[in-house]
């Protein structure tokens, strides 16, 4: 009796391990869930809409199947705030249930949700846009991996071609006090201070719409304004600077230049034209898949997407073929905790839509190409137009990592090249 | 710093100042006055600006009226914002008079759904009227040197609206009425007055003026969705600050506020968000009805 007893318990003990494995076995076979969260709210609302259009773009392209298995994409918004952020991928992980989160798109979120990959086990965060130095460079977590480049790198060059080629020796600098514009503020400092360029530091928060009593801190002998601003915070400034009749040559940030500003009408525009940044992309660029990129965006999304596609568009659209392409070769596996699939990614190499290479270091950062860019009125419209190409920059910008660790993490603070009083 | 940089960072606080005092007199008539919890105040704001902006822009495109778009575009945003408020008054919050809880939610529940609104009929694209020619550019100023002209022009406007809102309060027969509504409600309507629809005017004069704002606010500033938490919380502080009812007392909430985030955006930008909210704390806890508001009696 006893042992009928133990063979009936063993038998059910059996039975409900196979029901586990089959469930298992399942869901390997169900579709894959991605999440993906963007800022379909607040100061890059915008943006967030284009990146969800590049994103729709590449899972249409493999009709939302891959590895034999389908996608199923769960989309999420935040609004540019690290809590919202965190509170959305922990609703994606927790309540829907993903495997892979593609997002967020803003630096301090990115940092918020570098943070909390570490914590999770067999899921994934591949970034969105989001472009602050520290999520991959400092404390990288094994489960976060970034396909774009970030604001650091994204300001190779620009530095020197304001202090060489514009001539320029003191800046006024407006940026937004958070993560992303530090990194970028960084990039540019880094080769401006070092060829002896000075700079007046201007920090207003995010969402500022009155500028006016930061223009009237600019010191009277600079000769360029540097605006690492984005979205309504970029045209606020840039049409109070046109109201007071300012007219410094402006160097922009990489997000600077986005289509916010360049669809706007208005007396900014006078000021823009002209205008130079580094980034990751620019509307007119000769590279064959740019212009397949650009051409496939105008046909799918006719006057409902922006002119040509944003910053936002081409990141997520980079990180998201990352991923289609990691699964693709680990053929839709996702079992032991994605193990293979996170291998996939870690070696993945391609082209992105802007024709640079992207691969990914130690830190599963990438690794590309970063633009020198310039605004051309283009037949009436403002559009941003490449003249020079740094290849390959890494997230150290050429540097050892211990010695660019030792330069300090970017802050308001840091780094810091003051005028001589 | 600079005698120059010191006047005009407070000329600069004195501008915002303005546009924060016509937003927020609306409020002070609504809430100080008649004692109307509007949370959609914020919303009364943007349907203002948005529809001026409506109307505006095809007109700016067209080349015969492109000189009145900006006109034409305000009167449009006030009648459309006090519409708005009309209606809110008349179909929903009349009928609350008193009930301060239920108005506070139901007004919430409004801001909400226009806010949604809004996004579904304009989108999400932040926008911004053109200053038109005549106040556009800068001007020259005694040691302050160049300034914009359409900031100074927000002040006069703001001083008008001041000095009217001063003259219908206190020298018009509705100014009479109004005033004697705040006291005793019941009473005045024994004296044969028709309080509904006194209260319906002043809400949507109250109204009006945020769409006036709305319109000026999205000339100075960029206007995007999201606004509206803003203005609504300015108009609070300063009504709060000011004293509820007063419209000197709004003008120096206004002033103080304008000033504070200027100034605290030079001095300490990390922390200037704050300031606002110590002012208020520290007005409340020294003074509970506001700078310039009435004793209970």
């Known amino acids: ?421 | 710093m600079s005698l120059q940089f010191i006047l005009t960072v407070t000329l600069n606080g004195l501008t915002l100042a303005a546009l924060y005092f016509i937003v927020a007199s609306g409020f002070s008539l609504i809430f100080g006055l008649m004692r109307t919890v509007n949370m959609a105040h914020g919303s009364l704001y943007m349907v203002g600006a948005y529809v001026g902006f409506a109307v505006y822009d095809p007109l700016y495109a067209s080349d015969v009226w492109a000189s009145h778009a900006w006109l034409i575009g305000v009167v449009a945003g006030i009648l459309a914002a006090a519409l708005v408020g009309l209606l809110m008054q008349v179909v929903l919050l009349g009928w609350m008079q008193g009930q301060e809880l239920r108005q506070a939610l139901v007004t919430i529940g409004l801001s909400i759904i226009i806010a949604d609104q809004l996004l579904f009929l304009f989108g999400g694209n932040p926008f911004r009227f053109f200053t038109p020619e005549l106040l556009f550019g800068p001007t020259e100023l005694p040691v302050i040197g160049r300034y914009p002209i359409f900031r100074l022009f927000q002040v006069v406007l703001a001083i008008a609206v001041g000095i009217g809102l001063w003259l219908l309060l206190n020298k018009t027969k509705l100014g009479i009425v109004v005033r004697a509504g705040v006291d005793d409600r019941q009473m005045l309507a024994a004296c044969g007055v028709n309080v509904p629809l006194v209260a319906a005017t002043v809400f949507a004069l109250g109204a009006a003026l945020a769409g006036l704002g709305g319109v000026i606010g999205a000339t100075a500033q960029p206007m995007a969705l999201g606004v509206d938490a803003r203005f609504l919380l300015m108009s609070l502080v300063v009504v709060i600050v000011g004293g509820m009812g007063s419209i000197g007392g709004t003008a120096l909430g206004a002033l103080l506020i304008g000033l504070a985030e200027q100034w605290g955006q030079v001095l300490f930008p990390t922390y200037s968000v704050i300031l606002t909210f110590v002012i208020m704390a520290t007005v409340l806890a020294v003074w509970p009805q506001g700078l310039l508001g009435r004793k209970p009696t």
């Open chain 1, 1 to 421: 009796m006893l042992i009928s007893r133990r063979k009936t318990v063993a038998w059910a003990m059996g039975t409900v391990a196979a029901m586990f494995a089959v469930t298992g076995a399942l869901a390997q076979d169900g579709p894959i869930r991605i999440g993906s969260i963007t800022t379909l709210e607040g100061p890059f609302a915008t943006g967030g809409q284009d990146a969800y259009r590049a994103m729709e773009m590449a899972f249409e392209a493999i009709d939302y199947t891959v590895g034999g298995r389908q996608i199923e994409w769960i989309r999420e918004s935040s609004n540019a705030t690290p809590d919202v952020a965190l509170a959305r991928a922990r609703k994606l992980i927790e309540q829907d249930d993903v495997d892979i989160i593609i997002g967020p798109l803003s630096g301090a979120e990115g940092i918020a949700l570098r943070d909390y990959s570490r914590t999770l086990e067999g899921k994934t965060i591949v970034n969105g846009s989001s472009g602050a130095a520290d999520t991959t460079l400092r404390d990288p977590s094994p489960n976060f991996f970034r396909f774009n480049t970030e604001g650091t790198q994204w300001m190779a060059g620009l530095g020197t071609y304001a202090y060489e080629e514009m001539g320029s020796r003191h800046v006024a600098l407006v940026a937004a006090d958070y993560a992303f514009p530090y990194a970028q503020v960084f990039g540019f400092m880094h080769e401006y201070c070092e060829l002896g360029g000075a700079v007046t530091k201007l920090w207003s928060p995010l969402n500022t719409t009155d500028f006016s009593s930061i223009i009237a801190q600019f010191p009277s002998d600079v000769d360029a304004v540097v605006l690492i601003q984005g979205g309504t915070d970029a045209l606020a400034f840039l049409t109070q600077y046109a109201e007071v009749g300012g007219d410094l040559p402006i160097i922009g940030g990489s997000i600077t230049a986005d289509q916010t500003l360049l669809s706007a009408r208005g007396p900014h525009q006078s000021l823009m034209e002209g205008m130079v940044a580094a980034g990751p992309i620019a509307d007119l660029n000769e590279d064959p898949n740019w212009q397949d990129f650009v051409a496939r965006y105008r046909e799918r999304w006719g006057s409902e997407g922006f002119d040509s596609p944003s910053i936002h568009a081409v990141n997520y659209y980079t990180n998201t073929i990352a991923v289609i392409q990691a699964l693709e070769e680990v053929g839709g596996d996702l079992s032991d905790n994605q193990q293979a699939f996170q291998a996939a990614l870690a070696s993945a190499e391609f082209t992105a839509p802007t024709g640079a290479n992207v691969a990914l270091d130690h830190n599963r950062q990438a690794i590309s190409d970063i633009f020198l860019t310039r605004i051309v009125n283009d037949g009436g419209t403002m559009r941003t137009e490449a003249f020079g190409r740094t290849e390959n920059v890494s997230q150290t910008l050429g540097m050892e990592q211990e010695a660019f660790l030792a330069l300090g993490s970017p802050s308001r603070d840091n780094p810091d090249c003051p005028p001589a009083r």
